[in-house]
C-alpha cells in the first residue's frame, strides 16, 4: 500500500462523494479508513466506497489493517480501460439507471459499458 497515500475518513457516502467532486481528476488517490461495525463508529461501508468509486472513474486495491476499529482501502483514480469485474459491470448498470454516473466514471470505465 502506498503510505504516502493521505489517510482519510468520511462519514458517509455522501461526504466521499463530495471529495470525489472536487479531486477525482487532481488527487493521486487515498487510504479511506472504513471503521468496522463493531467499532460504534459512523463511516461509509466498502459497498458505497466502490459505487462513488465506479462513478468517479476510481478503483479500490489493497486492504489493510488500520487499527483495532478499522482498515485502510488503498483507493486510487483508475489507471487502466477493460479491467471491470462483472460485479463492478453490474453495479455500473444500475449505477446509470440511478443517473449517478459521472462523464469521468464513464471515460475511465471505457466502451465496455
Known sequence: MHSDLPIMTFASAADLREWLAKHHATSKGIRARIFKVSSGRQSMSFLELLDEGLCFGWSES????????SYLQQFTPRRTKGTTSKRNQARVKQLIKEKRMTAAGLRALGPEI
Open 62 to 69: 489493497k486492504r489493510v489493517k488500520g487499527d483495532d476499529e
